[in-house]
């Protein structure tokens, strides 16, 4: 088995695709015609957070769909009905592995819908920091309950963080589908746009990214935010403060906090580094 997978990789198509633009990763699901990922594109997509991570050119992540009408709808499910019990748990665990690593690395991660967001792909978006729309590109929502499952790549426990336990619940057990406004609403997404088209919508989204690099932001320190509410927000209240003061103590000593300051009191624009 771990042969013909090796042999299946190695005659594989790119499914994930990496490029960085002034300080934006920019990484797209390619799988037409609606982006559904496998194990390989979940492979591809770990590979590529972990090259973000390691990219010193880069500051932002910014997650995007190819096509004009999918970000992502979810796992495949000609694969899922294809493998074993044992294969779809292990499939699982990597996609939750993946899906963490995306989450904890310590660079701000905007995911762009610009399309259908259903399923296995509102898990990977819930995964990012924050999640823009274009504006009547498609459906959001969780529903596996459809087809017998619950949404298993950490749907049930991100939503629930997003939105509360007992609307995450309905919202999961109706296995109910939206369009972005109502995402907006219901908090799931934090702003929705007018775009023409896809690409349209993914220039908007780089613009919006761009501002979060040096030298129009202090990109550590928000590297640094992400950490504190990530990590944070899973401890009692008084170690989430610790580990914000160990985190506040670090940037006090950053060359970016030495420039803020700085401009501060000599009434200019700061010009960051990312150091």
């Not at 939750?96 to 399923?119: D, F, M, S, W, Y």
């Not at 896809?198 to 690099?213: G, L, P, V």
């Amino acid at each position: 088995m771990a042969k013909v997978m090796e042999e299946t990789r190695a005659d594989t198509k790119k499914l994930v695709h990496y490029e960085v633009k002034d300080g934006v990763a920019i990484i797209t699901l390619d799988d037409p015609p609606a982006n559904t990922y496998t194990h390989e594109m979940m492979r591809q997509l770990d590979s590529a957070i972990v090259d973000a991570r390691f990219d010193d050119d880069v500051w932002v992540i910014l997650l995007f769909g190819s096509g004009d009408k999918f970000f992502c709808a979810g796992a495949n499910i000609g694969m899922l009905n294809s493998v074993t019990p044992e294969f779809k748990y292990e499939f699982c665990l990597h996609a939750n592995e993946t899906l963490n690593r995306l989450e904890q690395t310590p660079k701000l991660v905007i995911a762009a819908l610009n399309g259908h967001t259903v399923g296995g792909g509102l898990e990977i978006a819930m995964a990012a920091d924050i999640r823009i729309a274009r504006r009547d590109a498609g459906k959001v929502g969780l529903p596996e309950v459809n087809l017998g499952v619950l949404p298993g790549t950490g749907g049930t426990q991100r939503l629930a963080r997003l939105v509360g336990k007992s609307r995450a619940i309905e919202l999961m057990v109706t296995g109910r589908t939206f369009d972005m406004d109502e995402a907006e609403r219901l908090g799931i997404v934090n702003q929705v746009w007018d775009a023409d088209d896809s690409e349209a919508f993914k220039t908007k989204a780089i613009e919006y990214a761009q501002q979060f690099t040096p030298p129009n932001m202090a990109s550590m320190a928000i590297g640094h935010i992400k950490r504190s509410v990530q990590t944070g927000a899973e401890l009692p209240l008084q170690d989430g403060l610790a580990v914000e003061r160990e985190l506040q103590s670090l940037l006090f000593k950053s060359q970016d906090a030495k420039e803020g300051l700085s401009a501060y009191n000599e009434k200019r624009k700061p010009k960051f580094q990312g150091r």
